[in-house]
């Protein structure tokens, strides 16, 4: 059965902290691991795709990374407003990826 | 940027009252997606749909729930007869249905049954 979990479950960090999130998954055939963010209260906010094994993506201060059986989170000199929850989700079913299986996230707390 | 929008943002409704909530996928996407969150807990799949059917449900989405497409823009989900474990956030997605693209959730509809 296809499953994502994520560790830890919730993480603080003081600003400019440096700390990585991780996502183990097992899925038969994966089609892509995605990265969300979510704010309290709020919908899923895209962050990144990965589909193969060593592939890497940047945006600001978050690096993902991708193995075959763990993605990770790198989060560098993190600040305040890096605060929120970030899920990961893999794709289930066989026709279209917008099927997902998300983990339980982590919820990152960043103070100044 | 184009975002998937959803209505009301919060619902409050009695025990056996039928809801419908309501999204707006965006426009060149082509499947359409309801998941719904309980406090604390994880994000699950309710249902995808695709040129005007229903491709794939969940276990949770039994007799009571429906979905529909009435025009070229809406997208519904409609809960018959609410419990009050039906009490959740309800997200909306849409995706353009080429393989490998990222989904794009709605800010959700903060269902309360009482």
């Known amino acids: 059965e296809d499953q994502v979990t994520q560790s830890p479950e919730a993480l603080r960090l003081q600003e400019g902290e440096s700390s990585s999130l991780n996502c183990s998954y097992t899925v038969s055939g994966l089609r892509g691991l995605f990265w969300y963010r979510q704010d309290p209260g709020k919908g899923p906010e895209f962050l990144f795709t990965?589909?193969?094994a060593g592939e890497e993506k940047e945006k600001e201060r978050l690096k993902a990374t991708l193995t075959k059986k763990e993605s990770f989170l790198h989060i560098t000199a993190p600040k305040p407003e890096d605060s929120a929850t970030y899920l990961c989700?893999?794709?289930?079913?066989?026709?279209?990826?917008?099927?997902?299986?998300f983990g339980q996230g982590t919820t990152l707390q960043v103070k100044p | 940027e184009p975002e998937v929008t959803q209505t009301p943002s919060h619902q409050v409704t009695q025990m056996g009252q039928e809801v419908i909530l309501r999204c707006v996928p965006i426009?060149?996407?082509?499947?359409f997606y309801w998941y719904r969150q309980i406090l604390g807990q994880k994000v699950e799949f309710l249902v995808s749909?695709?040129?005007?059917?229903?491709?794939?449900k969940s276990e949770i989405f039994d007799d009571q729930f429906s979905v529909e497409r009435p025009d070229g823009s809406n997208f519904t989900l409609k809960i018959r007869s609410t419990k009050l474990e039906d009490s959740a956030m309800y997200f909306c997605a849409s995706d353009g249905g080429v393989m490998n693209t990222e989904a794009f959730f709605g800010q959700g509809t903060r269902l309360t049954v009482v």
């Open positions: 426009s060149n996407h082509l499947y």
């Open positions: 989700a893999v794709p289930r079913g066989s026709s279209n990826t917008g099927k997902l299986i």
């Open positions: 990965l589909y193969s």
């Open positions: 749909f695709y040129n005007n059917e229903i491709s794939e």
